[in-house]
């Protein structure tokens, strides 16, 4: 397994810093988080699982290969094979052969896709996993400890950057919640004022409306306060 000069891992590492205050969308952080790690690595398959928090399971999103066997959708639990007792344990993990480890989970992918020896780390934010990154070779390899820091360190800032991500879109989110609420707000006081409707009343009307021409509450609240504003140019 040949990595890359000391330098160029710190410009690798920097591409990873970058990403945190990067406007990309999650799916492309964790394309760039997965390329850099090989390339640091010097990896024949780097993959990235992530912690579904609704069923708390782990879940593949991300490797630099393109075999389509590899790329098939996969789930683990935590605590399962070598990807959940990373997640749970909270530690790294080095497997000399995969093929002849008890706990590995997939074998005959391993095989087919010459994996041999495993080196997983946890993706972790302020001690909360939120995921794990795995690197692979396709000779047996025993990982150094210097390895091992240096997968640990793009670990680090891979979760901050995909924590990052995921606030940036919740509070997007949020903040369409909240002008949506708004605009219905100021909709349903135009409809008060106008026809004499109560607050509920306008609420109403705004949902049959909404229903009706299969617009969304903020699309007919929207329509609403532009006929109003109209109105009053006039």
């Known amino acids: 397994m040949e990595r890359m000069p000391y330098g160029e891992q710190i410009k690798a590492l920097t591409k990873i810093s970058k990403a945190i205050t990067s406007e990309l969308y999650l799916d492309d952080i964790l394309r760039l988080i997965v390329a850099v790690t090989a390339e640091v690595m ?30 098939k959708e996969r789930s683990l639990k935590v605590g399962e ?17 995969v093929m002849k480890e008890p706990k590995y989970k997939e074998k005959a992918l391993a095989k087919k896709e010459k994996l041999r020896s495993m080196l997983s780390v946890p993706l972790a934010v302020r001690d909360k996993v939120i995921g794990v990154i795995n690197c692979y070779t396709s000779k047996t390899h025993k990982f150094t400890e210097n390895e091992i820091n240096i997968l640990t360190a793009v670990a680090n800032q891979a979760a901050v950057a995909i924590e990052n ?38 609420y109403l009307k705004l949902q049959r409306y909404s229903m009706d021409h299969r617009k969304t509450m903020r699309e007919v609240a929207e329509a609403i306060i532009l006929a109003a504003d109209i109105g009053k140019q006039k």
Do not use: F, H
């Open 81 to 97: 094979g070598i990807v959940g007792q990373v997640a749970q344990e909270k530690k790294p993990v080095v497997i000399l052969d």
């Open 165 to 202: 991500t995921e606030l940036i879109v919740k509070t997007k989110v949020i903040q369409e919640e909240l002008m949506s609420r708004k605009k219905i707000e100021r909709a349903k006081g135009i409809l008060m004022k106008g026809e004499g409707l109560t607050e509920e009343g306008a």
């Open 42 to 71: 010097g990896s024949n398959i780097c993959s990235l699982w992530l912690i579904d928090e609704k069923d708390k399971s782990l879940k593949l999103q991300a490797t630099q290969t393109i075999s389509k066997e590899y790329l």
